[in-house]
Each structure stands twice: as C-alpha cells, then as structure tokens.
C-alpha cells in the first residue's frame, strides 16, 4: 500500500488534502489510479477540488485515457467528478463520451454534464446543444439554474440568441424569468454572483428554502 492510499484513508480531511496536494505538486504516474478512484469516494469538496488539480498536472493524454470509464460507472460522484476534471482539460475528443451524460438523471452529474459539454463541443454541434440545454430552463434551485445559464452563456450570444428568443415566449413563467437572468448574464458576465443572491431572496420569499420549511 503506498503513502498516498494510506494518506487517503485517513478519516481527517486535511490529512487527505495535503496529501492529494503533496501529489499534485509532485506529479508521478504510479498516482494516477489511486487519485481517480478517490474521487469517486472522497466526501470533502475541496478535496475533491484538489483531486482534479491534481489529475490536470498529469499528463493530459493519460488522465482522458483514465477518466473516460468512469463516465460509465453507477456511481454519480464517480460521473460527476470525471466530467470535472475533463471539463479541466478541454480535450474536444472526448465529446462523443459526454454527450450521452445530458441525460443523466442525477442532478449533480448533469450539471458537470452541461459544463463540460458548453466547453468542449465542436461548433458544428452548438447550436443543438444549445436546444437540448434549453429543455432544462426554468426547472431546478437555484444553483442548478445558474449551472445551466452559465453553460449556455459559454456557447456564445450568436449561437443561443434564437433558443432563447423562442424560450421567451413560453407561457411557463419560470421558464421566462430564466430567459431574463440568461440575458443578464450575456450583457454581464459578472451578473452571476447577484443573480444567485436575487434568486435566493426569492427562494425565501415563497418559502421554498429548507430553513422557510422548518
């Protein structure tokens, strides 16, 4: 058993932090499996954050080689984490793998779906990603909206402008309001932050939120 697995068994987050940190500033290829089974266990967000920083200081050919099985595996983390790190990395390959994630019932999973599809397909596939990412406007909490209106902010005004302008005139009211804060974002990105804060105080005015439910 190596340093690294006894590490990542340790029941303390920090311990299993500096450990995946120590392994991303010193990148080994003897690492690799250990690193990518962890994140498919690893409760802590931040370490699993770390775990893909890790993951991306390894070469970039033998990560996507590593993650693709895991976008088959029955456990969402597993899906969710491996749609992350190659989100991370960008490769436009990897497409194909992803596309068949869109539909994943786990939400978690679709959201990294979403992120990851908005930043790798090929443009000549945008514009029916952008179709199939607007069958999801409206629907959801708040991050889960806001997850879905940044990926469709990232495939570009000129590509999503005529989904959103058929969105518009949903006789769904939600779906509508989500088309505005789309709107909001394209005009300005940095619009996400109080975006979140408006939809939250929202949330807590229709007694939505877990604390408004007692």
């Known amino acids: 058993m190596s340093a690294l697995?006894?590490?990542?068994?340790?029941?303390?987050s920090s311990v299993r932090l500096r450990a995946v940190m120590d392994a991303g500033t010193h990148p080994d290829a003897a690492d690799l499996d250990v690193l990518v089974e962890q994140c498919a266990v690893e409760p802590d967000?931040?370490?699993?954050?770390m775990l893909t920083w890790a993951l991306i200081r390894q070469p970039a050919d033998e990560v996507v080689r590593r993650m693709l099985p895991e976008l088959d595996r029955p456990v969402p983390q597993a899906r969710s984490q491996a749609l992350h790190t190659l989100s991370k990395i960008g490769d436009p390959s990897v497409w194909p793998s992803v596309r068949p994630l869109l539909r994943d019932p786990d939400v978690e999973v679709l959201r990294a779906a979403w992120r990851t599809a908005a930043a790798i397909v090929p443009d000549a596939e945008s514009g029916a990603l952008a179709r199939t990412l607007a069958t999801h406007l409206g629907q959801g909490d708040r991050e889960?909206?806001?997850s879905l209106s940044r990926a469709i902010v990232a495939l570009g005004a000129d590509t999503v402008r005529p989904v959103l302008d058929d969105a518009a005139g949903s006789s769904d009211a939600e779906v509508r309001a989500h088309v505005a804060e789309i709107d909001r974002l394209l005009q300005d990105p940095d619009a996400a932050s109080a975006l979140a804060v408006e939809r939250a105080r929202r949330e807590v005015a229709l007694g939505r939120t877990r604390s408004a439910k007692g």
């Open 5 to 12: 697995t006894t590490a990542l068994a340790d029941p303390r």
């Open 144 to 146: 889960t909206r806001l």
């Open 45 to 49: 967000f931040f370490v699993r954050d």
